[in-house]
């Protein structure tokens, strides 16, 4: 199976500061890139999808994509203690031969934003 | 995006015995999908299920473990059968109305003792 690699953290940012999520993948096919949210004991959110190389931005959130490295980022602005979560990366996988497509998910990254 | 309920919302249950956990879309889909998530673990995949069709199960997982039925675009259900506290977890169905992007329902806590 393809990999996702992230760092666990936790990843430790003062409110205001910029907190920057950084995701590995080994497919290097793959065209289609997400991140999604996880507060505790809650289901994961989608916040960010990416599909071509460079910035995306939506509000306080912008993802980062290069293909040729194989890397995919997510920086949070101006964070809020309301952003510590779990950021879980997520990317799609496709077989060639059959076209079934599923997303591959990394262990996700820790944020603790402190006010 | 999409509506997406799941029943039940947690349950604890004997070893041996089995669970089917329900999920509910507020619109048609093609694909829906089941996953596992472990206590501090990331998603895993389970099986993807087509309306009319047998479910697609991933490595490491089988039918008669995790028996899924698709009678309708809006609906599935997934059984965990003769369970064991190894089946503690959190089961969350998800689906992706326009192909894409992939939305998630509340999911299941699952405590098997």
């Known amino acids: 199976q393809k990999e996702v690699e992230q760092n666990s953290g936790p990843l430790s940012v003062p409110e205001g500061a910029i907190a920057s999520l950084n995701c590995t993948y080994s497919?290097?096919?793959?065209?289609?890139f997400f991140w999604y949210r996880q507060y505790s004991g809650k289901s994961p959110e989608l916040i960010m999808s990416?599909?071509?190389?460079g910035d995306k931005e939506d509000g306080r959130f912008t993802a980062q994509l290069n293909k040729a490295s194989q890397y995919v980022s997510l920086l949070i602005r101006d964070s809020q203690p309301s952003d510590s979560a779990t950021y879980l990366c997520?990317?799609?996988?496709?077989?060639?031969?059959?076209?079934?497509?599923?997303?591959?998910f990394g262990t996700g990254t820790r944020l603790l934003v402190s006010p | 995006s999409a509506v997406i309920s799941q029943k039940p919302s947690r349950d604890i249950c004997q070893r041996g015995t089995s669970l089917t956990i329900q999920c509910q879309v507020d619109?048609?889909?093609?694909?829906m999908f089941w996953y596992r998530q472990q206590p501090g673990q990331s998603l895993t995949l389970i099986a993807t299920?087509?309306?009319?069709?047998?479910?697609?199960?991933e490595s490491g997982f089988v039918i008669d473990k995790f028996p899924i039925s698709r009678p309708n675009l809006t609906f599935s259900t997934l059984t965990v059968s003769n369970m064991s506290p190894e089946d503690s977890s959190i089961y969350l169905c998800?689906?992706?109305?326009?192909?894409?992007?992939?939305?998630f329902g509340p999911g299941t806590r699952l405590t098997v003792t």
């Open positions: 998800s689906v992706s109305p326009g192909g894409s992007e992939q939305y």
């Open positions: 497919d290097r096919g793959s065209q289609s």
């Open positions: 990416i599909y071509s190389n």
């Open positions: 997520a990317v799609r996988e496709v077989k060639m031969n059959t076209g079934f497509q599923k997303l591959v």
């Open positions: 619109s048609q889909v093609t694909m």
């Open positions: 299920a087509n309306q009319g069709s047998e479910a697609t199960y």
